[in-house]
């Protein structure tokens, strides 16, 4: 069974940072897009960054320039640094593993943002 685990989350000011990994399915991992995804109280669950099997990436308009989607194939880990974190950046984020055939979701990690 694939099993996304997700860590990083925290408690950060305003203007903070932090860095979130998510340790992914090792045999499919250099094939698969990578995506981040966050949910707060509320609201719906909204695609933040992801990078595809190429290298490829993509970012919510909100946070572009602050955050980055990296990839490490050899550890099958995908990384979210977010820096100039801001009070409305605050919800849960979700790792997701997605292909042809399969579309996998880890549990997420909080992230909360004081003002």
């Known amino acids: 069974q694939v099993q996304l685990v997700e860590s990083g989350g925290g408690l950060v000011q305003a203007g903070g940072s932090l860095r979130l990994s998510c340790a992914a399915s090792r045999s499919i991992f250099s094939i698969s897009s990578m995506g981040w995804y966050r949910q707060a109280p509320g609201k719906q669950r909204e695609l933040v960054a992801v990078?595809?099997?190429?290298?490829?990436?993509n970012y919510a308009d909100s946070v572009k320039g602050r955050f980055t989607i990296s990839r490490d194939n050899t550890k099958a880990t995908v990384y979210l640094q977010m820096n100039s974190l801001k009070p409305e950046d605050t919800a849960i984020y979700y790792c997701r593993q997605t292909g042809g055939l399969y579309d996998y979701w880890g549990q997420g990690t909080q992230v909360t943002v004081s003002s």
């Open positions: 990078i595809r099997s190429g290298g490829g990436t």
